[in-house]
């Protein structure tokens, strides 16, 4: 079974440019997450999708960030601008049917 | 509230010895945890879980332990291995759904030879 994939595995960027990030949940997964990992702290969730719903985003920064999952099974999540502390490991994660979350490799994100 | 560390708490252990990893979490209401094992460049694996009803659960080669009371886990690795190398997260679940989950800041384990 392949796992979760991401892309690009690695990006750096300027303050104030744009990036995006893309995630492939495994197969028949109705449930994906993006999070966000700051080094040294446990990953942090931003946004969670049932299918092509939003689930929870309480706490995504609404400013710069958001995410879609247009047809539920992709799904993209843009910074626009992006700041110094949003560098990161972005992290995306599937489930279906239990409450196990498989996590992708992450894409790291340096912002200067 | 969060923990914010910038520093991972690190353990070191001796190849074949025991490992001891602590969690404290957050809030009473939580009902389901899981520890992740996340190695460098990779992300979070899951390692074992245990619901608030159960006190003690046993994998291969590992144990979590939950005191509810102190809102406390600790997840025992037997006979480590260099392989055990990488830092350790526990997570803890905040909603009915059971998908909604607070990661904590990890552990660093270090196997030494």
């Known amino acids: 079974e392949a796992g979760v994939a991401q892309s690009p595995r690695y990006k750096i960027i300027e303050k104030r440019q744009s990036v995006a990030f893309w995630c492939n949940p495994i197969?028949?997964?109705?449930?994906l997450y993006w999070y966000q990992q700051i080094l040294g702290q446990g990953p942090k969730l931003l946004i969670q999708f049932q299918n092509n719903g939003v689930v929870d985003d309480s706490q995504l920064p609404k400013d710069r960030f958001s995410a879609e999952r247009l047809k539920g099974v992709d799904s993209t999540l843009k910074i626009q601008p992006a700041k110094l502390e949003d560098s990161a490991v972005y992290l995306c994660a599937s489930s279906f049917p239990s409450n196990e979350q498989f996590f992708g490799p992450g894409t790291r994100l340096t912002v200067l | 509230g969060e923990s914010v560390g910038l520093h991972l708490p690190t353990l070191s252990v001796q190849e074949g010895d025991n490992s001891i990893i602590n969690c404290a979490y957050s809030?009473?209401?939580?009902?389901?945890f899981i520890w992740y094992k996340q190695e460098s460049g990779k992300g979070p694996q899951f390692i074992i879980d245990i619901r608030s009803n159960m006190d003690k659960r046993q994998g291969q080669r590992v144990t979590v332990l939950l005191n509810k009371t102190v809102k406390h886990l600790s997840l025992q690795i037997a006979a480590t291995q260099p392989g055990d190398s990488a830092v350790y997260f526990c997570a803890e679940n905040l909603d009915n759904y059971g998908q909604n989950f607070v990661f904590g800041p990890g552990t660093r384990l270090s196997v030494l030879p």
């Open positions: 197969s028949g997964h109705a449930t």
């Open positions: 809030n009473s209401a939580s009902d389901y």
